[in-house]
């Protein structure tokens, strides 16, 4: 490979142990804050001056779905906290953030993104796709990122940096909610704690499998009008250790998966976020 995946991974390893342990970094520069306003999850990200990670705060979220803010006072209140949280943590307040926006998004719903950032008391400065936000992080500029969250798999080819193609299908962790659900009988919130409980994994991941082969067929179909070397995935929905290797089997080239997912995306709109 080509780039550092070793320091894209301790970048990421770190930035998800800051949220866990409510702990921030010392840093240089000013700060930026990167908002990710997820269908799952609302990730705030806080990098310096050199772009380092410096803190960061998570809830789950209902707010938002597939990138269209369904309650826009639910979204506001929940990032005030966040924000709120850090700044108390960090004992300074947060200015300047960066949202961003998921592939194939109308452009009524961007603004709804922007506004919630604003109405919680940031100086928006800056909005980035999605993936452009998460290839930041991994430090490529070619490829395909595959960003498998709760509603959908988003697909963004980048050449030289640029995204040359988006898609995005709704297929995403969601479904595997469902599928799990339905197989044991059990309703949604209980298969949801099956899915993520790591000693389950090995009888969860057969039952979902098709889930994954089924987000595969999405992305070879672009594939097909858009080659490219490597894919890399990111988003909560790739968290299973088999993920990548079923990818890989279906796709014929090499599937790249960074440490915590989960955290590529938030930490990469921060980065790409103007002071
Ligand atoms: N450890 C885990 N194992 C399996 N799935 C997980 C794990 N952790 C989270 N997920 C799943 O990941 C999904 C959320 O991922 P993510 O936070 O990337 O989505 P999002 O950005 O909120 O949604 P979207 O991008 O679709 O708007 C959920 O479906 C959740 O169940
Ligand atoms: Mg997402």
Redesign the pocket.
């Known amino acids: 490979m080509s780039h550092d995946m070793e320091a894209c991974n301790a970048t990421l390893r770190e930035f998800e142990r800051l949220i866990e342990e409510r702990r921030n970094n010392p840093w240089t520069g000013p700060l930026r804050t990167g908002v ?1 306003l ?4 609302i990730v705030l990200a806080v990098v310096d001056g050199e772009n380092r990670p410096v803190a960061g705060a998570t809830y789950p ?1 209902t707010v ?1 779905r ?2 269209v803010v369904v309650d826009y006072m639910g979204a506001v209140r929940t990032v005030t906290r966040l924000k709120a949280q850090l700044e108390d943590q960090l004992g300074t307040a947060l200015d300047a953030a960066g949202c961003a926006i ?1 592939p194939g998004v109308m452009s009524g719903s961007v603004k709804a993104i922007g506004n919630v950032v604003e109405a919680a008391g940031f100086r928006l400065t800056s909005t980035v796709d999605e993936p452009t936000a998460a290839a930041s992080v991994l430090g490529i500029a070619d490829g395909a990122v595959v ?6 798999t ?1 697909i963004s080819i980048l050449k030289d940096g640029r995204v040359v193609f988006v898609d995005d299908e709704p297929t ?3 479904h ?2 469902l599928v799990l659900a339905g197989f044991h009988g059990c309703d949604t919130q209980e298969a ?1 704690r099956m ?2 409980d790591p000693a389950q994994e090995h009888s969860v991941f057969p039952v979902i499998k098709p889930v994954v082969e089924k987000m595969a067929a999405i992305v070879k179909r672009c594939l097909a009008e858009h080659p490219v070397d490597t894919v890399y995935v990111v ?3 790739c ?2 250790t088999e993920f990548e290797a079923v990818f890989q089997k279906y796709l014929g080239i090499p599937v790249v998966k960074p440490a915590a997912p ?1 955290l590529a ?1 938030p930490l990469g709109i921060a980065m790409n976020c103007t002071n």
């Open positions: 990710d997820g269908t799952a999850n979220s938002v597939d990138g998921p960003d498998v969250g709760g509603g959908t988003g995403g962790g969601t595997m909610t949801e899915k993520r988003g909560g929905a968290c299973f989960l995306t």
